[in-house]
């Protein structure tokens, strides 16, 4: 009797009295949650410091978490052409397409995976994971996206790889296995077509899901530099933000390494800043994102992480 009226107590939101010990473990783990979070805050904030520090200051004393000399060389290097913002609006234009693609192909490819009515789902299902184990390599993918689909120079080259991905479909059919399929059955019996049930019953069902995958893609486009580098030439005259940031350094490096870079002193090329600064340009939107889906993330992470 006194087990349920404790069950109750706790189901019912009333504060339960912690003994010592509880609160001992309890004090630890805020302790190191606490500690664990500072170490992870304080690069970045280096990160950002040393982005408005002097290139001098950074040579002599190296990188420090007060900023001295406070300049905004660094900034004004990267954006001087203006073609950072073409980027900036290219990024995002990309990233929100991606992400929304991306999620309507994943969440109903995990759907139908799951839908004891669809006869190929064990054979398709092998077949995804499948290719999550091999590859053919960098000539043949290269081959095939120039040669056969014709798409060197052009932005879908960059957007078509990272649509979806196995461990994505993989992740969001272990979800959808939390959901009852009498919700299905129910909503045929209603008369409505598959599409209706998806959109009407499905979807609403799926929103930690959503976030999380919808995360991941959005990470994977805004950090993607790899298939510009191999597919985006010099007739493309806007690059993604990761890409033109990689070539403003690399420009950089070069100009310090020319003749050009003899009439002008190491110390007045702020190298080692403009990296600090690209960081910070290249991260700064993308962690503002997560703390809006933080709620789903961890939902959809955890759910996703256990169901077999």
């Not at 979807?203 to 899901?209: E, S, T, V």
Request: include cysteine.
């Amino acid at each position: 009797m006194a087990k349920n009226n404790d069950k109750d107590l706790m189901e019912s939101g009333a504060k339960v009295k912690l003994g010592t010990s509880d609160k001992v473990i309890r004090g630890f783990g805020y302790a190191f949650v606490s500690f664990y979070a500072v170490c992870c805050i304080i690069p970045f904030l280096i990160i950002v410091s040393s982005s408005f520090t002097s290139e001098a200051v950074i040579r002599a004393e190296g990188v420090q978490l007060i900023p001295k000399d406070i300049t905004l060389e660094a900034y004004k290097m990267v954006t001087k052409s203006g073609g950072i913002w073409k980027s900036y609006i290219l990024t995002i234009v990309m990233t929100l397409a991606g992400t929304g693609v991306g999620l309507s192909i994943i969440s109903m490819t995990g759907y139908a995976l799951q839908r004891k009515d669809f006869f190929f789902r064990n054979a398709i299902s092998f077949y995804i994971y499948f290719t999550s184990l091999f590859s053919a390599g960098l000539a043949p993918y290269y081959l095939l996206m120039t040669q056969t689909y014709h798409l060197q120079d052009s932005y879908l080259a960059v957007l078509f790889p990272l649509l979806m991905s196995p461990w994505l479909i993989i992740l969001m059919k272990n979800f959808v296995k939390a959901i009852p399929h009498e919700i299905t059955e129910s909503g045929k019996i209603d008369g409505a077509g598959d599409m209706k049930i998806f959109i009407s019953l499905i979807l609403p069902m799926l929103k930690p899901a959503l976030a999380t995958i919808g995360l991941f893609l959005a990470l994977g486009y805004w950090n993607e530099w790899y298939q510009s580098s191999l597919f985006l030439g010099s007739k493309v005259a806007v690059k993604p933000l990761q890409y033109t940031l990689y070539e403003v350094v690399n420009k950089i490096d070069a100009l310090k390494n020319s003749v050009a870079g003899q009439f002008v002193s190491i110390a007045d090329i702020p190298q080692e800043s403009v990296k600090m600064a690209n960081a910070v340009l290249a991260t700064g939107p993308i962690v503002l994102l997560y703390p809006f889906v933080q709620k789903y993330f961890i939902s959809g992470i955890t759910v996703g992480a256990v169901k077999g």
